[in-house]
């Protein structure tokens, strides 16, 4: 099969498609035909590694895990002897989060990974794009033990876990403010923000406004000059404060929205392939809209 290898770390010229051996299946696993996947902003953090303790983790010259990729759409071609909560032919979509593994014709998962059927009113390309951003952005909403009623900010509101953060916060109550470049106003607009600020014009912490949860989703922000625009008993959390781990019922979660109508993949751009490590360069500019997507 064909892979996306990460031979070291570096710029994206680094990942390189070449002719691997397919995955053998365990009993316990289904082999799954990847349709779509993504490239997201951790994928970048893992190929650049500019620090040294993402090198401590997943190898000090080069990735222990050459195969990047945490979110795919497919379907299962082969299934184990012992699996019982798939058959081959299903339609999935799958989030494998820091275990990689995602950029490659085939890749195999155990049944109880975090894996389940595809949304039935989504394309591959757009369904392989939720559980990332999703995941990320529930993890941290829940962590600032978001509310109905409350007023949330969100600071990079038009990237993959943004366009997600403001879906979501809309589902649980929430009164949302997106922060993003103005260009992005009609986008987050139509995700249910509810008001906007271009970041490039104004400083929201100086607009006198109060916010009970605000919500760094780039990591670009930082708590001390967003203190002075939360309310006494507000929280500020960023995505650089930690990492969200892969969960099942998170992606039920997802799924059950997507088909409820009250959750919508943002795809940027699609790349073939073959373009992957073009993919890669688009992403590290940090401008995308929502997701780019990866098709095979």
């Known amino acids: 099969m064909k892979a996306a290898i990460c031979t070291k770390y570096g710029t994206p010229d680094v990942i390189q498609i070449k002719e691997v051996k397919t995955p053998t299946v365990q009993d316990d696993q289904v082999l799954i035909k990847v ?4 490239v997201t902003s951790g994928d970048c953090v893992l190929r650049n590694s500019k ?3 993402m090198r401590l983790l997943f190898g000090l010259t080069k990735p222990r895990k050459d ?3 945490s979110e795919l759409s497919g379907t299962i071609e082969v299934i184990g002897k012992n699996i019982t909560k798939f058959k081959k032919g299903d339609s999935i979509i799958a989030y494998t989060g820091m275990k990689v593994g995602a950029h490659a014709e085939y890749i195999t998962l155990s049944e109880n990974a975090v894996l389940t059927t595809k949304p039935e009113n989504m394309t591959f390309e757009e369904s392989a794009a939720i559980a990332f951003g999703g995941t990320t952005a529930l993890y941290f909403l829940r962590k600032g033990n978001i509310h109905r009623g409350q007023n949330v900010l969100i600071f990079g509101a038009s990237g993959a876990v943004g366009t997600s953060a403001i879906q979501l916060a809309k589902y649980f109550g929430a009164t949302v403010t997106a922060v993003c470049s103005n260009r992005n106003f009609e986008l987050v607009r139509s995700l249910g923000a509810d008001h906007v600020i271009d970041y490039t014009q104004e400083d929201f912490s ?3 406004t109060r916010y009970d949860l605000i919500f760094d989703a780039v990591g670009k922000s930082s708590k001390s000059s967003s203190k002075q625009a939360l309310t006494l008993s507000g929280k500020y959390i960023s995505v650089a404060g930690g990492l969200a781990k ?12 997507v088909e409820a109508g009250k959750l919508k993949s943002v795809i940027d751009q699609c790349y073939p392939f073959e373009q992957i490590s073009q993919a890669h360069t688009y992403v590290e500019k940090g401008h995308k809209q929502g997701n780019v997507v990866i098709t095979l």
């Open 206 to 208: 100086k607009k006198g």
């Open 246 to 257: 892969e969960n099942l019922d998170d992606l039920l979660l997802l799924k059950e929205l």
């Open 67 to 69: 195969i990047l990729g």
């Open 51 to 53: 620090m040294l303790v």
């Open 35 to 38: 349709h779509a996947t993504t």
